[in-house]
């Protein structure tokens, strides 16, 4: 199971007080804020205690589906970051075998041809442990082995052949140019993870936001001056790097 960093789970904490809340106390204040509204536009105002209610239950709910959006694209983060590390591995697994046997293709070919060998066939730069320039590298030297091929006995039983080396080492490059393509395939989908992430961040700032910038205006319109403390929005919560007060605790007398 993936281990939520702390700041998710502030911004989590922070929703679940500010829903909780609102469903706590959403009947109550629909009703005060009902009877305000009687007091101001008359009897046949529509702003019921229903109708206040909805409003609250609607902000609590969604809310609640922003957080959820928020939990599961981090899930999905973990899961890609998860994915990436066998199929990297196994990259530089590949790579690894394939700069090792253009050091021996090197030994073998400077042992029977020379310097000049080395030259004609590419041979003569230096290795390199970046797996897509070991790929060209290979690939390049293979080209050159099939462009001048040669086979060579050695008098004391050793023998060089270009078109098994050219072979050998191609086999060996489509394997890692295989494990490349995955690993590029791999790091666009955490890119495109990252991306839905930020998005439902921000849709979860959004709904947090507007949700308790709400819930403050109305306890303060019923005169719930400390829970409106508590449940205003901060930029700190905002950012996760706080989840506040504990929203709890008995309305005013006569709220």
Same mark, same amino acid.
């Given at each position: ?11 989590? %904490? ?15 204040? !629909? /009703?005060?804020?009902?009877? @305000? /509204?009687?007091?101001?536009?008359? $009897? ?12 609250? @239950?609607? !902000? ?17 983060? !973990? ?5 990436? #590390? ?5 990259r530089e697994e590949a790579c690894s075998e394939v700069g090792g046997l253009l050091v021996r293709l090197r030994s073998a070919v400077e042992d029977h041809l020379?310097?000049?060998? #080395?030259?004609? @066939? ?8 970046? $797996? ?11 080209? +050159?082995?099939?462009?001048?091929? #040669? ?9 060089? =052949? ?11 490059? /489509? ?20 991306? +839905?992430? =930020? ?22 319109? !019923? ?11 901060? +930029? %700190?919560? #905002? ?12 309305? $005013?007398?006569?709220?």
């Open positions: 199971m993936t281990t939520l960093g702390e700041q998710l789970q502030n911004r989590i %904490r922070v929703s679940e007080k500010v829903i909780a809340s609102a469903r706590t106390h959403g009947p109550k204040i !629909a /009703a005060i804020l009902a009877d @305000y /509204a009687v007091t101001i536009e008359g $009897p046949g105002t529509p702003a019921t205690a229903e109708a206040f209610k909805a409003v609250i @239950y609607a !902000a609590a709910n969604g809310l609640e589906h922003a957080t959820k959006g928020m939990r599961e694209t981090e899930h999905t983060v !973990a899961a890609e970051k998860a994915d990436d #590390v066998p199929v990297r591995q196994k020379g310097a000049e060998g #080395v030259r004609t @066939y590419g041979l003569a730069s230096e290795g390199t442990r970046v $797996p897509r320039k070991v790929l060209e590298y290979a690939q390049n030297v293979v080209q +050159l082995l099939e462009k001048a091929p #040669v086979k060579i006995a050695s008098p004391f039983g050793g023998s060089f =052949d270009s078109a098994v080396a050219a072979a050998t080492l191609s086999a060996k490059a /489509a394997i890692l140019a295989g494990f490349i393509v995955d690993d590029d395939r791999e790091a666009r989908e955490l890119e495109d993870a990252y991306a +839905l992430r =930020d998005r439902a961040v921000a849709a979860w700032s959004d709904a947090y936001q507007g949700a308790a910038a709400m819930l403050e205006g109305l306890y303060r319109r !019923a005169g719930w001056k400390e829970l409106a403390e508590k449940v205003r929005p901060t +930029l %700190r919560k #905002v950012r996760g790097e706080e989840v506040g007060d504990d929203i709890e605790g008995a309305p $005013p007398e006569g709220g």
